[in-house]
């Protein structure tokens, strides 16, 4: 994978391969930018994180999540957390989301 610095980047490499749709994470799943719907934690397959660090504040990193719905459509979403920042969003926890081997 080529090298990324930033938040915009990944989503641009992202939409490249075909994960477009935006999401944001909500505590039941995760919502649909354009529809409004909320998708459960099981309705999706995360097919790749990608964690971006701060240039600016070593504190803060990011991940951004690659997913696939079960009906085909693939998108993004980012979860913004603090210089901690690992696979710790809550459906991981509670094992409700499949994740793909890559």
Not at 9 to 17: A, G, Q, R, S
Not at 71 to 77: C, D, L, Q, Y
Request: hydrophobic share 40%; aromatic share 12%.
């Amino acid at each position: 994978m080529k090298s990324m610095d930033n938040i915009i980047e990944v989503l641009d490499y992202l939409k490249e391969k075909g994960f477009g749709t935006a999401f944001y994470l909500k505590e039941k799943g995760v919502l649909h930018a354009n529809t409004n719907r909320i998708y459960p934690f099981k309705d999706f397959t995360i097919a790749e994180t990608i964690r971006v660090e701060s240039d600016s504040d070593s504190d803060y990193t990011s991940m951004v999540y690659a997913i696939e719905l079960k009906n085909g459509e693939k998108g993004a979403f980012i979860d913004a957390s603090g210089a901690y920042a690992e696979f710790d969003i809550p459906m991981a926890k509670s094992n409700k989301v499949h994740i793909a081997k890559m």
